[in-house]
């Protein structure tokens, strides 16, 4: 299994980018696809989820500003994020839960100036 994550950058705070999830055959095997972010001397943290029944989970630090969605027929998640804020800055991760595995990506820089 391979996710290969794109979309990070730089970008102004307030401003949006589009995060992309390309999967290496159907997301339709996996039970939850989910992005998760890490900053620098922090832990990895769970940003968004979802089922594969489309059910959506976001981390309160994120609500209201990004959404997760998925194409099937392309194999890929997406998250987009609104309102950006320096606090967002971090490498954001693909991750793709099915049984008891999860497969990660290698991830993309996000970086939010103020």
């Known amino acids: 299994v391979q996710l290969v994550e794109s979309g990070g950058g730089l970008v102004q705070a307030g401003g949006s980018l589009r995060l992309s999830c390309a999967a290496s055959?159907?997301?339709?095997?996996?039970?939850?696809m989910n992005w998760y972010r890490q900053a620098p001397g922090k832990q990895r943290e769970l940003v968004a989820r979802m089922s594969r029944v489309s059910i959506t989970f976001y981390a309160d630090s994120v609500k209201g500003r990004f959404t997760i969605s998925r194409d099937n027929a392309k194999n890929t998640v997406y998250l987009q994020m609104n309102s950006l804020k320096p606090e967002d800055t971090a490498v954001y991760y693909c991750?793709?839960?099915?049984?008891?595995?999860?497969?990660w990506g290698q991830g993309t820089q996000v970086t939010v100036s103020s």
């Open positions: 055959g159907s997301i339709d095997r996996f039970n939850v």
């Open positions: 991750a793709a839960t099915g049984g008891v595995y999860t497969y």
